[in-house]
């Protein structure tokens, strides 16, 4: 019996093929690029999973696969790259999966905004916004107010995400706007002012548990660039229960009614407001603490719905673990990846910290702004979510990730290292 990965996120690949052996299901892996997973696979016993490479683009391609893979009982596609694609290629073999419209309205940011706003889950509709338009900052400001958030319908990373807290931001926002190459269609939002989190849940036949919250530091205004993120945060138990109760509205107003969602919310001083809706597990080492913390392997529960079971993890008491942390490794200046130093130090500070490389040498970096840039995280636990961002922090405090400067056309010679 198979379970097929249409591609995967960075980290937690280990996890799904430890679940699917527990499961007596064998995963096969469709990737383009099966270096991507090196960090994983190297990691994992050799034939623990059947790595297939192919065009992963090509969705004739990985139809024809699907219908060469032996007792294929699942399709799993966890990025938001393959999402919608996934949920296709799901429904045309009859496989358990989501509704595909309620994919594509989940990566459709406005839509989901306005969705929310006729359930009366938040406060504001979308407004749609022509980066082109002669009269679009005027009707902006009436129709939003400011500050307000600009960004990409379909965006990842919080790439293409612009903060206009005045006509001379929104001015310079739409411009910049008017010369990106967008996912989707560019809209507005109010800008909900206070700490944002990311509620871990899992879904199945229209009910939500809440697994746990994630925190989210950023860097400072106006960018968005994602920093720090620990697991639990210790809501008191009766802001976690009504925290619980509204994420089971959010997530029934969109039709999501099964598997695992990330919600990224902000808490304002009238309550949450959501942010957006991935309808995946979190990515970077989000997977990874949710594992430690909770004590339990929380990838079974996406086998099993793969294949169309009840999540056990719906109904469990996890045993719970020690909590986590990470740092996500951003070099100073763009330029070319070359290295980490401070590595050595881990070893003895608390913590446990553990550097997991994203970037590979020679890679470019063109991006700091946003989460383009990091090269890899630097991961450490605690007793509390707390404790284990002081330690995450302090260990990648000793850490710093090194480019050299991009080759200049007709250079020569030796380039410097960033110090």
């Not at 306005?114 to 504001?124: K, M, N, Q, S």
């Not at 129709?143 to 919080?158: C, F, H, N, Q, R």
């Not at 660039?225 to 109760?245: D, G, K, N, S, Y």
Request: charged share 25%; net charge negative; aromatic share 8%.
């Amino acid at each position: 019996m198979s379970v097929v990965c249409l591609e995967s996120l960075t980290f937690g690949l280990g996890h799904l093929a430890r679940a699917a052996d527990r499961l007596g299901e064998r995963l096969r892996l469709l990737t383009s690029d099966p270096s991507f997973y090196a960090y994983e696979l190297e990691r994992l016993p050799a034939g623990a999973v059947d790595v297939v490479e192919t065009d992963t683009f090509d969705t004739d391609g990985v139809a024809e696969l699907l219908g060469r893979t032996p007792d294929l009982r699942g399709l799993i596609s966890s990025t938001d790259t393959w999402m919608l694609v996934g949920a296709e290629l799901a429904a045309r073999f009859g496989l358990p999966g989501l509704d595909p419209a309620v994919l594509r309205l989940t990566r459709d940011k406005a839509a989901v905004r306005d969705r929310l706003f006729e359930a009366g889950l938040t406060r504001a509709r979308a407004a749609e916004a022509d980066p082109g338009g002669a009269e679009t900052a005027a009707l902006l400001v009436k129709g939003v107010g400011l500050p307000a958030i600009l960004k990409d319908s379909a965006g990842t990373g919080s790439q293409n995400v612009w903060l206009v807290r005045d006509e001379r931001e929104l001015d310079a926002a739409l411009a910049e706007a008017a010369g990106r190459q967008l996912k989707g269609r560019l809209f507005a939002e109010p800008y909900f002012s206070g700490p944002v989190y990311s509620a871990e849940t899992l879904t199945w036949a229209g009910r939500t548990r809440l697994l746990g919250v994630s925190s989210r530091l950023m860097s400072p205004e106006p960018h968005f660039r994602e920093e720090v993120t620990a697991f639990p945060v210790a809501f008191p138990e009766q802001r976690r229960a009504a925290l619980e109760r509204w994420l089971d509205g959010v997530l029934a107003a969109i039709g999501y009614t099964d598997r695992f969602a990330h919600v990224e919310f902000a808490l304002t001083t009238s309550g949450p407001e959501v942010v957006e809706i991935n309808p995946r597990i979190g990515g970077a080492l989000v997977g990874e603490g949710m594992c430690r913390a909770l004590g339990v392997n929380v990838y079974e529960a996406m086998v099993e719905a793969a294949v169309g079971l009840r999540p056990g993890l719906m109904d469990a008491a996890p045993p719970g673990g020690p909590a986590s942390a990470f740092v996500l490794g951003y070099p100073r200046r763009p330029g070319i990846f070359s290295g980490v130093s401070g590595l050595d130090r881990l070893p003895d500070m608390p913590g446990s910290p553990t550097w997991y490389p994203v970037k590979r040498i020679g890679d470019p970096v063109e991006h700091l702004a946003d989460s383009r840039g990091y090269a890899g995280i630097v991961y450490a636990e605690g007793d509390t979510a707390e404790l284990a961002t002081h330690c995450a922090v302090a260990a990648a405090n000793a850490v710093t990730v090194l480019t050299e400067p991009f080759p200049q056309p007709g250079a020569a010679g030796r380039r410097t290292s960033d110090d």
